[in-house]
């Protein structure tokens, strides 16, 4: 097994534990204004110690998905907070890697009969396909994407 397929299944063990601590926020309600509730803090006093009008933390709490990073870093550290912008994968790391390079390899194998199919040549063994992809994953990730 090499370092690389090692350091991706320690990533996704790391990130299989974290997946089930990601709280689901109420319906209806950003981070900000629920965290800002369960402090007993006021939309007033949030702007006071972020030094803003408490209009603004209310645009803040609809628009919560268009603030910059900076300003969530913030908005968290006036709550005693640390913001923490996460990827979580909807699947392994692995598992969309494989998946990829199953894909790329299926467009090199197809392309490979475009011009074989003119010398009535073509190739169609899942094992070559097999192949394909284990070559791709080991040796040229970088073309998985391109």
Do not use: H
């Amino acid at each position: 097994m090499n370092s690389q397929l090692i350091q991706i299944k320690a990533l996704d063990k790391k990130l299989a534990a974290i997946k089930p601590l990601v709280p689901v926020i109420p319906q209806g309600q950003s981070w900000i204004r629920t965290l800002r509730n369960a402090l007993g803090m006021t939309a007033r006093q949030l702007a006071k110690r972020i030094g803003i009008s408490q209009s603004r933390v209310a645009y803040m709490e609809q628009n919560e998905r268009n603030l910059k990073i900076s300003t969530l870093e913030k908005i968290a550290q006036s709550m005693n907070c640390t913001f923490v912008p996460l990827f979580i994968p909807n699947e392994s790391l692995e598992f969309t890697l494989k998946k990829q390079a199953q894909t790329k390899a299926r467009e090199m194998l197809a392309s490979v009969n475009q011009n074989m199919a003119l010398e009535n040549q073509q190739i169609t063994s899942q094992e070559i396909l097999s192949d394909m992809t284990e070559d791709l994953l080991r040796n040229n990730k970088k073309q998985l994407w391109g």
